[in-house]
């Protein structure tokens, strides 16, 4: 009996195989790059469908454009672009496309170039899954994508995406100076509805902010600046040297009155300026992992309906989270003369819970940040901010429940081999800026560590 029953196993076993083995015909329907004289023409060649690039090395000097809908590109492939003045590849003006699985990388790096790993334009329904990018630096960003909605970037790899740059803040009234600044984000988002942003990893192991890359490439030195400096001059440029050299984010959603419903759930970001850098609305933060950052989240600009959950912010150095409205937040205004009405740009209705912030100022940037100076905000853990212009609204309707602001230096720190306390390496918990009433703040079941200074400059209200 059990003979005939493995003997009614196998015959099964080799009757599937027969009956779902893939065919002459299902093969042919693989479009194989590499039969092709370029990764170009594969794309040129197959409008509309999949293009398959099997695994090796593929060297590209013009940008590969995807502009079809349904198409993409998917296998095992690394794909090198020689040219440093072009993209890698273009996605433009299509839906349900989907890029998978390849490593796309540059022949060399060049400092001060603005050209993407991948940038994508007025799409619908995009995937990006499983990429690894190694060693795109823009100026901009890594990955740029611009008017897009319902966009999937799950599962990436960005690594060593910062580039040296001059941060040209010239043409800008409020500012009207330019230096030389580490910059470059890893994933860029502007003006996009409904996208995805899950399991990503965006590290930098390059340049970091040390005293040696600073000397090294001149950071902060101011380049180029008008006679008169403009309004927000004075948050950056302290001595004619521009303190806030290390800019770019490991990933930003912007676009504060066009982007809303974003999703960034489980992603770890490591060794940036700032960890997520949002100006959007209703969105929700949830599951990440940001360690050894300037500054380990902002959002900004009228960022309103966020719900920041079940984050980790470790290491970071100025602040662990800021809130504060920015200089685009506005109060709603009628139409006047040929001005037409504009609606309001309010940061509100935020929700902060179960949030852990740790080891703050254990990273690499407390060297040029701790100081003793009780009037300046920094560095803090959590910064709740006024906005600098007077059109600002005020920053309200917050909620901070169940988060932990944890002091490394209570556990005793190795110091040459010896267990020390150590004091803390932040000045507050909690900072308000002073125009800022608490009135509409609430804090619940909290465990803030004090910093040098206290808890917080104002009064915590439930």
């Known amino acids: 009996m059990m003979l005939a029953n493995r003997l009614n196993i196998v015959l099964m076993v080799f009757v599937t195989l027969i009956l779902f ?3 002459k015909e299902y093969a042919q329907q693989i479009i194989d790059a590499s039969k092709y004289n370029s990764l170009q023409e594969a794309i040129d060649s197959n409008p509309y469908r999949m293009v398959f690039v099997p695994q090796g090395e593929y060297k590209i000097n013009t940008a590969l454009k995807i502009t079809t809908d349904g198409s993409g590109l998917y296998g095992y492939a690394k794909i090198i ?4 003045d072009e993209h890698i590849i273009e996605i433009r003006n299509a839906e349900n496309v989907k890029i998978d699985d390849l490593t796309l990388t540059r022949s060399e790096v060049v400092f001060d170039k603005d050209f993407q790993a991948v940038t994508m334009d007025s799409c619908n329904n995009v995937w990006l899954r499983d990429l690894k990018i190694l060693n795109n630096r823009a100026k901009t960003a890594t990955v740029l994508i611009r008017n897009s909605n319902y966009t999937r970037i799950e599962g990436c790899e960005i690594i060593n995406y910062k580039t040296i740059t001059v941060d040209d803040r010239m043409k800008s009234d409020l500012y009207r100076y330019a230096f030389n600044a580490i910059d470059g984000h890893g994933l860029m988002m502007i003006d996009c509805n409904s996208s995805h942003i899950i399991r990503n990893r965006i590290i930098e192991h390059e340049l970091h902010p040390t005293k040696e890359i600073r000397d090294k490439y001149e950071l902060g030195k101011i380049v180029n600046r ?3 400096l403009g309004e927000l001059a004075k948050y950056g440029v302290e001595n004619n040297f521009v303190v806030i050299w290390h800019q770019g ?3 930003r959603v912007t676009g504060a009155t066009e982007t809303q419903f974003t999703l ?3 992603n770890y ?21 940001v360690i050894n950052s300037y500054m380990g989240m ?4 009228g960022s309103r309906n966020v719900l920041i959950s079940n984050n980790i912010f470790q290491a970071p150095g100025k602040y662990g989270l800021l809130l504060r409205p920015g200089s685009a937040s506005r109060y709603a205004q009628k139409a006047v003369n040929n001005k037409p009405a504009v609606e309001a740009n309010y940061e509100r209705g935020i929700i902060v819970s179960n ?3 740790s080891d703050v100022g254990f990273g690499s940037e407390h060297w040029r940040l701790w100081n003793e100076d009780s009037t300046l905000s920094y560095p803090v853990v959590i910064k709740l901010g006024y906005g600098p212009l007077e059109k600002n609204p005020p920053l309200s309707d917050v909620i901070f429940q169940g988060n932990i602001i944890y002091d490394k230096g209570l556990d005793r720190v190795l110091i040459d081999g010896e267990p020390q306390v150590v004091p803390p390496k932040y000045k507050y918990a909690v900072w308000f800026d002073e125009k800022l009433k608490n009135e509409r703040i609430h804090f619940h079941n909290n465990i803030f560590n004090a910093g040098a200074f206290g808890v917080s400059n104002k009064e915590l209200k439930k």
């Open 264 to 266: 960034i759930d489980g």
């Open 269 to 289: 970001i490591k060794n940036v300026a700032q960890g997520i850098d949002l100006h959007t609305d209703h969105v929700i933060v949830t599951n990440n992992h």
């Open 298 to 301: 902002k959002a900004m600009h």
């Open 81 to 84: 672009q020689e040219n440093s």
């Open 21 to 23: 083995a893939p065919t």
């Open 355 to 357: 949030n852990i912030f």
């Open 249 to 251: 984010a490991g990933m």
């Open 226 to 228: 008008a006679e008169e």
